[in-house]
């Protein structure tokens, strides 16, 4: 059963078209990919799903639950976490802090004393341990992905949706994210869905991938399947 | 005649270009390529002002650019068409227009300029009394290129021509573009690896803030690496 | 050389009343000028103290704790605001320091027999059934209309009025404004349909000018007469910039006239006051806290020391030529006449930037225009 | 009783559109509300009161030197103590508001406590369609509401600086794209905010004249009228004037007098509930 | 942990010290600090929520207002004991906070800083219009919170007043809420993203701030006797802003400084009678335009500067 269901959304911004109709699925416990190109309206689709954007037609179902309109924080709670693609760290607080905003509104009972700790647990996963104490304005483009990341864990949810992580890494690096986010899946049962660019780390991780592209989906299917398709091909490249 | 020198530039005390340097001839059209977050954006804010660089050297005409204000640089005769077009959507197509005439430079010849774009993007002729905001994305963007044309620029930077748009619009745009000759010299922001390429001569590649390659467009366009990096294959 | 004998004064010199605070700051000047250049009280100058009340009741509380504990002044005076009087009456009381309130006219101020407070000024039931409802009488207005501005003396002195109108069987209609209101033309609208021959206006400062100017606009004026019940505004120096020519033929009860003056010292105080500064005096409360100054220096001269309980004393017996009359405080308890004096009121007309008293017909100079 | 309601509904709604006029420039413009707004107002007032009444200069030409004069005030205040807040609304708002307490209490010691009234333009009273009288200085200063009204519009339509403005007030980084230097726009708009706040004072101060205090009524309904109409809309801030004068007018006449100013903020807060985008703003997204 | 009962001990003994000083002070300056105690409340309580949560609010003196009507209503019109009375204030100031929160905290910012301007001009048009009750600009008299009217007594309830605020917003900034205060405060899209409820926290840190308010107006009120107009006015307004701002919005200490930094002022520049709102006006707006951060942030910047070289 699908763990996350989008059905007919659509959404527009004026005079912007940004989603048609647009039908999803998301599998519990699979890494899905996001792609399409620039404007394609992705980020518009998670900003949707996560209760960030009022929806406009259609429906979004999470775990049995309806949650189309709900506000953010009630989605957060029910078990979605998200990324943002432009980061959007606390900049006067610490990462620390950062990070126990997430545990205490899941946790209201803990005090510093418990949080502390465990923060710095999700931290020290994405190897932020050593900035704890650091204003998170202070961090460069990466680290700030990465305490995105470490906040969104640290909701324990049992969806995480990435907003393009990988943008600025290198190869090396890359491979490092991906045996990461593969690694949340496989020992904590995370479900990802996961808007990247970089083809190669969806191709890697995803068991499935869809295809947006001008607010609709062009395809989905299988990593292999979706680049060897033409009409993706000439999305991308605009023959 | 212009020419960028071991460019940093932060957005608040985040670096997010590295020593980037580049050089376009007059009348040459030049595209940027660099996927999400690479930085192209943020170099077009720094060409134009918006951000101010850290290090380096932006030269103009002979001018140093860094230090002035985007209306100054306007002013020397730069014009942006900004990513997501940014037209004025409580005025009308012509006002818009207009303002893009706002510069010295070019409010004496206003009516023959708005007469050319009209002649170019001849829909912005026929909607020239609409509110601007109830254009179609592709009218919105024909409109932003437009407007940056009233200007009378030596140097055109277009970030994201492509974003958004049905192909066809791409490519009437892309059109209308190449109609324009080599009287205007044009720097191209394009996630869109072959349209950029086919619509340039040279190219930079841009990754994590820093340039990493550069060449002729006809020969990128068949580099494997380029679309291995990009298609993931 | 000797250490002077220090009195307080509150009042307003800041906020919206700010005017009346100017009034006293001139009468205080030129009365402790007359005092000390009579020797002074007990052989020593005479000095008062001058405290910012902000006409806010909580500020002149705290004020006139402040005059008595940092300041060590022997009595207080002044006051022109009911409702900060109303909070200053307590404290004299609680701190034991006798206060002659000067144009306070609310009545509860004496009416609740406190030992230490007195009255040397009109309070409402005596402007209202000596003056304001005898002169609606004997000038034979068939209709009134009341018009009361939402503050406690304007709906204090609204229902006294009211009380006396049904004594005197005089029809009547009342409307209630907002103080700080500039404009009043749906409440002119509403007074001209009831089509009265007198308006009796209880607003207090620029509201008035806006009040008369407008009601001359509407037409309402010259068919109906207004007064205006407080007095003072009538007088301001800007009142004929603020209302123009429908300013001619309003009424406005004072305690002050040109030409009428009712004792030999009211002569002297115009003369002094013309010498000091140079214009005639406008606002009566001027005169007011200058006899409220007199009466001090005589009750602590008779006192013979400034002993709160001799004081008191002093000021019961008091028998003293002012520029209003001989001040002389009331003795019967229970009522408001206890500790109160209330000077004589005139009903006064603007006819051609003239003042003409109406009333008392032993004061009158003219017969009342329509 | 309805027909004097309404006209003068129309009239203090003009009233209350002009001096919104200015605040609403300033809120589209740079993003601050200028809390001393009604200060400003006031201020002319007493400035074309002191150059008619103490100096004696022709009444209209006392106004337009007040103005001119508020005008440059407005630039000072831009440039010392509006400028270097900005990005933070909150912190202009605090400073504004402390300004126009200081501007209060300067008005007292200098004017002191008195209303100040230049003179009339107009003498006398009309009689309106035989139905009610109506003062004359009061129409004379519809009709000049009005036409500083339509000025502003006109200039806002016709003029460089107009367009300027407007598109400032969408996007003012594109604005800056476009050749116009933001920074003296900001002073100007500040500068020109402060001028119609002004000339609201002067064609007022004949009808209600000026006292220290008066000015933070005035700055309120400003305020209202700009939420009303849709913060940073000019038309829908008209709108918002005219639709406040005549509520307030008809809750007086049928309502209750005493209660008049608390119509103004019942509409102010039934339209928080429920369009709290403004009565005539479009929602943003 | 040792710095920790430092700190303790510090605060005990400052605490005691500051209980005994009236002791060696006359009846006016006893009243002084008693007002100055007044102006911590209001001062911390605003700072709650303008320095901590950005959202400046133009009611706060309203709310004072509240809870001093609310408590001398029920004392005169029912008889009610002044102390259950100051109770009732609290309630009534938290349940009006409440509401208007919930009415404009979704829009936020500027919005809330016109509302609560909007709600404290009503407050005073309903004061002014229910006269019967209110006794309008009269001023309401109230009686005392204690049979026998003592400063000294005053200074005491006062001090716990102001120790009851101040734990109230130290314990709130420190305790979880007071993370996602600041999360709010730092971005609000992001903050809604982890599961913070954005509208729930304002409300609250709005109730609770009106709440505070509403108790220290309610024992003003039985402290001065006499309930007016004043209490909920903008010019009281304005001094809570301007003691807060000198003294350093958003710092824990700030308030406290400026509360009785200017309140003592206040007292030495009234001999200059009129000028005194100016004078006060003019610190206010200096301060406020070239040290943001207030006394403590110059205080701040100063001993950064002295580290490096020490
Ligand atoms: N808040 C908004 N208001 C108006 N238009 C918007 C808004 N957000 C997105 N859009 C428009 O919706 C379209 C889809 O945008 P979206 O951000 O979802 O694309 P995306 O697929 O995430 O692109 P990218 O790969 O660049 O991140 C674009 O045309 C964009 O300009
Ligand atoms: N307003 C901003 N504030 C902070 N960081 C930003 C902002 N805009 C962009 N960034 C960051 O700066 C880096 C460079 O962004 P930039 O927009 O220049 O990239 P780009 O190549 O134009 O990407 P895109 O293809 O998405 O337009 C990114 O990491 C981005 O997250
Ligand atoms: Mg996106
Ligand atoms: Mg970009």
Partial sequence: MALLEGRRLSKRFGGVQALTEVDFAVEAGAIVGLIGPNGAGKTTLFNIVAGALPPGEGQVVFDGWPITGKPAFRICRRGIARTFQVTRPFGEMTCLENVAVAIVNRRPDLGRAAWGPMAMEYLEAVGLGALAETAAKHLNVIQKKRLEIARALATEPKLLMLDEVLGGLNTQEIQEAVGFIRDLRDTRGLTVFWIEHVMGAIMQAAEKVIVLDQGRVLMVGTPKAVVADERVISAYLGT | MFKIENLDVFRGETQVLWGVGLEVAPGERVAILGSNGAGKSSLMAAITGLLRPRRGNIIFNDRA?????????TQLGIALVPEGRRVYKGMSVRENLEMGAFVRRGRPRLKESIERVFGLFPILGQRSAQGAGTLSGGEQQMLAIGRALMSLPDLLLIDELSLGLAPRVTKEIYAALASLGSEITVILVEQNVELALRHSERAYIVESGRVTGHGVSTELIDDPDIRRAYLGM | GAD??????????????????????????????????????LGRPLEVVFEDTAGAPDKAASGFERLVTRDKVAMVLGESHSSSALAEIEVANRLKIPFVVVEAWADPITAKNYRYVFRAGPSNSGVVNETIAKWVQASGFKKAYIVAENSDWGLGIAQLTEAALKKAAIPYEQLVTERKSQDHYTELT????????????????????????????VGLTPKAVILDGAGPPSLWPDYWTNVGDYGNLECFVSSMHEKVELTPLAKEFRENYVKAFGKAPTDYKSRSIYDAVLIAADAINRAGSLGAENLVTALEKTDLLTTRGKAKFGMEKGGPEYHQWMPPMLVIQWQDKAQTVLYPPEAATGQLKR | MLALSLTNGLVIGIVYALTALGVSLVVGIMNVVNFAHGEFYILAGYFSYLFAHTLGIHPLAAMVIAVGLVFLLGLVVEYTLIRPTYGDDMYSLILTFILSIVFQSLFLLVFGPYPNKPPSWIKGATEVFGLFHYGNQRLAALAAGVVVIALFFAMLKLTWFGRMIRAAAQDREMAELNGINTTRLNLLSFGLGCAL?????????????????????????????VVLGGMGSMSGCVLGGLVLGVVENLGAAYVSTGYKHVFMFLILILVLLFRPAGLFGRREV | MVKAIDNRWWLAAAVAGFAALPWGLGIYHQHVLIVSLFYVMMTASWNLLAGYTGQVSFGHAAFAGIGAYASGILATKVGLNPWLGVGAGTLAAAVFGFLLGVLCLKMGGIYLSLTTLGFSEILHIIINNEYEITRGTMGLQVPGLIAEYSKLAYFYIFLAGAIITLAVVHRLIHANIGLNFRAVQNDERAAAALGVDVVRVRVLAFTVSS????????????????????????DQQFLVLSMTVIGGLGSFAGPVIGAFGLEILS?????????????????ALIVARFAPRGLVGVWKQFMDRRRPAA
């Avoid at chain 5, 007292?267 to 610190?283: C, K, P, Q, S």
Wanted: charged share 10%.
């Fill in chain 5, 267 to 283: 007292e030495y520049i009234r001999a200059y009678g009129e000028y005194h709102v100016l004078a006060f006006g003019l610190v």
């Fill in chain 3, 190 to 217: 509403k007074i001209k349909q009831f089509g009265p021959d007198v308006v009796l206006a209880y607003v207090y400062g620029t509201g008035l000018h806006y009040f008369v100017a407008q009601a001359g606009e």
């Fill in chain 4, 197 to 225: 706040a002004a000339a609201a004072g002067v064609i007022l101060a004949p009808v209600f004249p000026v006292t220290p205090t008066a000015g933070t009524p005035v700055a309120l309904t400003a305020f209202v009228c």
């Fill in chain 3, 4 to 41: 002077p004998v220090k009195i307080g004064v509150v009042g307003p010199r800041t906020g919206d009343a700010a005017a009346t605070g100017k009034a006293f700051e001139e009468g205080i000047q030129l009365a402790t000028a007359w005092v000390n250049a009579k020797g002074g009280v």
């Fill in chain 2, 65 to 73: 650019l860094v230090g002035l204000k985007p209306y100054q640089i």
């Fill in chain 5, 211 to 234: 709440a505070l308010a509403g108790m220290a107006g309610a024992l003003y009120g039985h402290y001065l006797l006499l309930i007016t107009p004043q209490i909920p006015s903008l």
